[in-house]
RNA sequence: CGGGGUGUAGCGCAGCCCGGUUAGCGCACCUGCUUUGGGAGCAGGGGGUCGGAGGUUCGAAUCCUCUCACCCCGACCA
């Protein structure tokens, strides 16, 4: 194995892979498109999801778990919905496996199934054939579910959290009385992924309204939050869909009204997965790894003893096990590396793995009464008392959480442009980065575009301004004010 | 699904053209000693149905046929 990854400006997409892989994230599942996540890059997961599970609950959400398996014929009801995923479907076809005469394992075809069962790409159609059954009147509404789980879609091709056969995610499925109050979920929702995004990961996101032709199968509208990667590349990282009563028709949920009428529900869905953690590696890293914001970092602080021998190393353990007390006594998340490599071998493995802050303490440090801190994130280098270190380690990590959202932040603005000509929109398109501009709202000039550049609408911006906008193909005056990149 | 490529130790590869000792190298791994403030050194060691099947031959990693798998590039997706 070679030391270090390839270079971002090299090879970018070389270099992510590298990195997903030499940090230790992820590793390829036997069958193509899969992905095995290893502990340290499920640990990242995890404090995705308790930080996101948190939000949802205090908002009156509750948790709950839908089959994976869902009966074909649910997926014909909603006409789109059908559309949107029919080419990317696992199906169980059969239940049995039997020897065969020359000794092989063989599918048994007596098995097969009446009715196949798809396995879920999401879980709309089996949650609405079960409100069905669960909502009667306005009394039972909002109805407002979540589940955390894995789902399947068949893609062709696959790169490690960012698109793999099978992925984790969260999806909330809501039903509301009225159709305000779903948009209003909706949004509230959209809102929460802009704090687990910005405050959390550390990653800047835009937010706003999909186009048609971007939009959920089944939604009336979609809302997303969309980032900078560190190629100038768009993610779309977190999505949120207002359903209308689409679903509700579909499967014929209705509900009495307080006035004793009757009414289809209106629904919600949204869901973020896996993907964040390609968003995190992609948004923070350099050439020497990761770098993770604290706040979702397995070890905030990691450090690397230095012992020439046995006498140092006793030493040294005795100086650093008071920290280490101290440290988890205040809740921050500290690893010390015993093993074996030497102290140069863990520094480069720890800048891999992106921890926050690295400690390196060594004889010469004991006898100062001193440790050495090394930020991650600008490289800093600096000794640090003792008896300062419990006071200084949370307040530095929280400058590093910053900082790395200022870093990311900076990075966006500086590569979003507003223009003013098509030729200018297609010279930067090609070099990456975002073009704010005019659209003129049709889709026939969405599809061109797309067609020629490989850019594609990644949002209609809340904050948009149309006045005296013309739209950058047709020249016609702008129904919207758009970002368009290129996406992953 | 169209185009290109690769299968030899855990990983990365050489060997193949032109068949011939016991299939080799780097990294990783194991043991021991010396080391440790930016990817340590030396010595010893373990690990292979050469992707699979068939064929040619006295003899196949090497030549022929078939097959399987995977990777990269183009149309869809969180």
Known sequence: MSKGVTPQSKDYSTWYTDVVIKAGLADYGPVK??????????????????????????????????????????????????????????????????????GSLIVDPESRLEEEVIIRPTSETIIWSMYKKWIQSYRDLPLLIN???????????????LRTTEFLWQEGHTAHATAEEAEEETLLILELYRQLAEDFLAIPVL??????????????????????????????????????????????????????????VYATSWGISTRLVGAVIMVHGDDKGLRLPPKIAPYQVVIVPIARNKDHEKLVKDFIEPITFGLKENNVRVHEDWSDNSPGFKF??????????????GPRDVENNQVVLVRRDTNEKFNIGKEDLLNKIP????????????????????????????????????NGGFVRCGWDGDAVTETAIKNETKATIRCIPFDEQTEGLSCIY???????????????
């Open 348 to 361: 480069n493995e720890w800048e891999m793995k992106g921890a926050p802050i690295r400690m390196e303490v």
């Open 33 to 102: 498109g899969t992905m095995v996540i290893k502990p340290y890059g499920f640990a990242l997961w995890d404090n995705i999801k308790e930080s996101f599970d948190r939000m949802i609950k205090e908002t009156g959400h509750v948790n709950a778990y839908f089959p994976m398996f869902i009966p074909k014929s649910f997926f014909t009801r909603e006409a789109k919905h059908i559309e949107g995923f029919a080419k990317e479907c696992a199906i169980v076809t059969h239940t049995r496996l039997k020897t065969d005469s020359d």
């Open 207 to 264: 937010t706003g309204l999909k186009t048609e032709a971007e939009k959920f199968a089944g939604a009336e509208k979609t809302y997303c939050i969309e980032a900078m990667m560190g190629d100038k590349r768009s993610l779309q990282a977190g999505t949120s869909h207002y359903l209308g009563q689409n679903f509700a028709k579909a499967f014929d949920v209705t509900f009495q009204t307080k006035d004793n009428k009757e009414d289809y």
């Open 395 to 430: 307040t530095l990590l929280d400058e590093i959480q910053l900082s790395l959202f200022e870093q990311a932040k900076n990075f966006r603005d500086e590569n979003t442009h507003t223009i003013n000509s098509y030729d200018e929109f297609k010279d930067i398109v090609s």
């Open 474 to 488: 047709s020249g016609k005056p702008a129904k919207h004010e758009v970002i368009y990149a290129k996406a992953y």
């Open 147 to 161: 589940q955390w789980v894995n789902v399947v879609r068949w893609e062709m091709r696959t790169r490690l959290f």
